[in-house]
């Protein structure tokens, strides 16, 4: 079983000899398994490796097939264990892309048509039997009669050449290029080669007469200028002509969002569908999977983005006759939503546990009164209202050509019923868009044409809400929801059937992208009272939860999902997570922070320009501006320009993000170019001083607040049940922000030098060594050691944590909502873990919580485990009866991991 995982970024620069170095610092850190980024090849230079090229190798950019089996070798003899990220979903739409290229070529007669969503038979004459490629940066006419759009001889083949871009002729263009050639050559060699060419696409013989074509080329240089020459020649017509017989159809990328006959990977109009839904699909793309699995070279698999695939449960099924060991799934839950029960998976990469850690650390009473000041300051507009505006908006600008696509198919299958058959095709897209916007979760699954108790609720919201915004619409949505809820599909032909299936997965795998773009991508960047929980996986509007929901969740979580994994950072989280530990801090300081904030927007207004009639940044964007500076105020209080251009690359993307003053699609760079002078005089300039004076003593007292969030949630990510997995470089406080920020390269050399001397010290000293680290805690020293002994522990005592029963504490006294507490138990083996909540409340606001200061405060113990525990951070021995005085738990440090080995069954409590 894995016990506990350790993501890593690779990259041309980070390849596999690269990682060959470090695996043996990841063993010694504690770490059981490293989790990989995509190792397939993928586009030329790609930083992350999710815009596959051909998942039937491995990428030759970090080192290829042999350089993978070198570092696997030695991973095996560390005793790591290798986890691999696989992508399924989607390749990138490329000409590079052998896959695409062969059907960029030959379109329907490919053998790989079908390897891709692509709608064939568009009711648009220019789409209809032709692959749309938005790739144009100007309309088409502009790009032809330019000549920007053009034709060149590449390597002896035949492109379609636009800047950077170069797409295959297929036989048809081929054919007549050559037989615009001909009549420009004089009888000789060069004119033979030409009709032997076109002798050989006469008896269809494309790919053979290709390469025959480049060899002669490569050989015969007079060959290769004559067909240059016609290229550089052909009129305006021409080209057109060639290129309307072509199996695709290049477009102005600004209508790609209407005039698209493929399914996108989210909005990227460069990242395709596959369809991995159909057998032979799925061999096709996992015969590289199926040899790793087949020789235990790979013993975990991460399945990215499974809400995009057409039927998830059949998938992992499939995967599962490959050989397939734990696999976790990359899935968001809505709130209250849980993860499907008969997906043969070991459980998700663990969104859900980061929503719950950080909820439970949170001050309610701070959030509610940060959600209220928020609320005034945003014109007191409620997030759910928020949320269907934002989907709205991304369903309009983004997917609209999804939209009609999907409508198209209701409109069909309407068309069965006599409450649809007299209903307008442009109502029903008005109805379906608003459920669509109205979706509380990101899909449904509908297993056996039925819906579970919690797809049922969903659909109860959707509908609720898109009748609350489109009344006109009842008829119709009462309709859509018929539709959605399976009512009467076993009543109609077998072709409303087959409609009614088509429809209902195309509404999904649209419902999980808009879902994605619009409150991962937009709401989250408008909506952030506490801006910890505008994260992926957390609810914004409900930042905090109690111990005793929280004690409820993990009760569940041990009995469904214990083996799921427990993130606190990925590459896909919007800050890094001790960013979102100060962050909930904040909520402890929220009294200081309504007294701080209108002194800090006076100290603001000098900084800000006139934008049109906006004074800018607006006022949720200055909240926006505070809150990720006290998130992310360097550790050594002295912003420098590094740290400067980090916020100001981060402000463009969060206002595009946004969509309020700027966007992807039409981006505002006067305004952008405001904000970003606003951040540089704030952090660098004379007139920012002043704040930069008044922020800096409150980013302290959030930043050791920060600190001790930061701690717990380590000894919670390894304690709680589930797999504890660590984003690369996180065993440092994580003080990083959305993609590409959390990228960056890890220090490993550093980090190596400092496991060395803190392991040796610990050894030497314990209670010395603590004191140390945390006297210099912002080193990090003391977040590495922490991990390393909590790792380390679960790898002397893995029953308890992998398959041992979870048992909460109860806390008494003064200070009972200040601690969490809890057991977890298997055979003879007893773990103790505790860890302070909302700090601030005990010991004040820069002071550690620990000794008297918790005075009668103390832990309720089962009547089995009374006796002598050993802690594994300091070494020491503690013999406890029933009540177990907290100031002796966190005598020396605010957190406790102890063990005890002791006869004993189930649990009395």
Request: proline fraction near 6%; include cysteine.
């Amino acid at each position: 079983m894995i016990r506990s995982t350790y993501r890593v970024q690779l990259h041309p620069e980070r390849g596999f000899a690269s990682l060959d170095k470090d695996l043996e610092y990841l063993r010694d850190l504690g770490i059981h398994a490293v989790y990989a980024s995509p190792v397939f090849e993928a586009r030329p230079g790609s930083t992350h490796g999710y815009d596959i090229f051909d998942p039937t190798r491995i990428r030759g950019e970090l080192g290829g097939a042999d350089g993978f089996e070198a570092v696997l070798e030695n991973a095996r003899d560390l005793g790591l264990a290798w986890v691999q990220d696989i992508v399924p979903n989607h390749m990138a739409l490329d000409s590079r892309n052998p896959f695409v290229r062969d059907v960029l070529a030959k379109g329907t007669e490919s053998r790989y048509s079908g390897l891709f969503a692509i709608n064939w038979e568009h009711p648009d004459p220019v789409f209809n039997g032709r692959l749309s490629l938005p790739v144009l940066g100007e309309p088409y006419g502009e790009a032809l009669h330019s000549g920007r759009l053009h034709f060149e001889i590449e390597n002896g083949h035949l492109v379609l050449a636009y800047f950077e871009h170069r797409f295959p002729l297929g036989p048809k263009g081929v054919r007549a290029i050559l037989r615009e050639t001909l009549p420009r050559l004089e009888r000789g060699e060069v004119a033979t080669l030409v009709t032997r060419a076109l002798h050989l696409l006469a008896d269809a013989r494309f790919d053979q007469a290709a390469q025959w074509l480049a060899e002669q080329c490569a050989a015969k240089p007079d060959l290769e200028k004559a067909l240059d020459r016609t290229c550089s020649e052909m009129a305006v017509g021409s080209r057109h002509s060639v290129i309307a017989n072509e199996a695709y159809a290049p477009v102005w990328w600004k209508t790609a969002a209407v005039c698209l006959n493929y399914t996108r990977f989210f909005s990227i109009n460069d990242l395709i569908r596959v369809r991995v839904e159909d057998p032979d699909v799925f061999q096709t793309t996992h015969t590289l999977l199926r040899d790793l699995l087949r020789r235990n070279r790979v013993q975990g698999l991460r399945v990215d983005h499974i809400d995009g695939l057409r039927a998830p449960k059949e998938y992992l099924h499939r995967l599962q006759t490959l050989g397939a060991g734990p696999v976790w799934v990359e899935k968001i839950l809505g709130p209250e939503e849980r993860l499907s029960q008969d997906w043969p998976i070991a459980g998700s990469t663990g969104y859900d546990f980061l929503a719950w850690t950080q909820g439970v650390l949170t001050d309610p009473a701070g959030a509610e009164a940060m959600r209220d000041d928020f609320a005034r300051l945003n014109g007191d507009r409620e997030p759910e209202a928020l949320a269907f505006e934002a989907k709205e908006q991304v369903l309009y600008e983004e997917f609209e050509g999804d939209l009609h696509n999907v409508a198209a198919v209701l409109r069909q299958l309407a068309a069965h019923f006599p409450a649809g058959r007299d209903m307008l095709g442009s109502r029903l897209e008005n109805a379906l868009a608003a459920v669509l916007a109205g979706m509380p979760i990101y899909r449904l699954y509908g297993e056996h044409e039925t819906l579970s108790g919690q797809e049922s609720v969903a659909v109860d919201t959707a509908v609720a809400r898109a009748r609350d915004r489109r009344p006109e619409l009842d008829n119709e949505i009462m309709f859509l929801e018929s539709v959605l809820r399976w009512h009467g599909f076993t009543e109609v032909l077998p072709r409303a059937r087959r409609l009614w299936r088509d429809f209902w997965q195309r509404f999904q795998q649209l419902a999980s992208p808009l879902t994605a773009k619009g409150i991962e991508d937009t709401l989250l960047y408008r909506y952030f009272p506490v801006a910890a929980s505008a994260e992926v996986g957390c609810e914004p509007s409900a930042p905090a939860r109690t111990p005793a929901a929280f004690t409820d969740w993990m009760q569940n979580r041990v009995a469904r999902w214990p083996r799921s994994m427990n993130t606190t950072a990925t590459h896909d989280t919007k800050r890094g997570e001790d960013v979102r530990a100060r962050l909930t801090a904040l909520s402890e300081f929220h009294q200081e922070w309504q007294q701080m904030w209108p002194k800090w927007r006076e100290l603001m207004e000098p900084l800000c320009e006139t934008v049109g009639n906006v004074r800018t940044p607006d006022i949720a964007e200055q909240y926006f501006i505070l809150q990720t500076l006290l998130g992310t105020w360097p550790l050594d209080h002295d912003p420098d320009a590094s740290y400067t251009g980090r916020l100001q690359e981060y402000m463009y993307k969060a206002l595009r993000e946004a969509k309020r003053h700027s966007c992807w699609t039409a981006p505002d760079t006067e305004y952008e170019a405001t904000v970003a002078r606003f951040v540089h005089r704030l952090l660098e300039a004379p007139e920012g001083a002043p704040l930069r004076d008044a922020l800096a003593p409150f980013a302290a007292r959030i930043g050791f607040g920060g600190m001790l969030n930061g701690l717990a949630q380590v000894v919670l990510k390894c304690t709680l049940p589930g797999i504890p997995d660590v984003y690369q470089g996180c065993e440092y406080w994580d003080l990083s922000l959305v993609d590409p920020d959390n990228r960056r390269d890890v220090d490993f050399d550093r980090r190596r030098e400092s496991l060395a001397a803190v392991r040796q010290a610990v050894q030497e000293d314990p209670v010395q060594c603590w004191w140390d680290v945390c006297a210099t805690w912002t080193d990090s020293r003391i977040k590495q050691l922490l991990l390393h002994l909590c790792l380390q522990t679960r790898n002397r005592y893995p029953d308890p944590f992998v398959q041992g029963e979870f048992v909460s504490l109860s806390v008494e006294g003064e200070f009972q909502d200040h601690v969490l507490a809890f057991l977890r138990h298997y055979g003879h083996t007893w773990v103790l873990a505790a860890v302070p909540r909302l700090p601030r409340g005990v010991a004040g606001a820069q002071a550690w919580p620990v000794g008297e200061r918790w005075g009668e405060t103390s832990i309720v113990l089962p009547r089995v485990t009374c006796g002598e525990w050993h802690c594994q951070l300091t070494g020491a021995r503690h013999t406890t009866g029933q009540r177990l005085p907290v100031q002796q738990v966190f005598q020396e440090l605010p957190l406790a991991l102890w063990v005890t080995e002791r006869e004993g069954g189930q649990c009395p409590v």
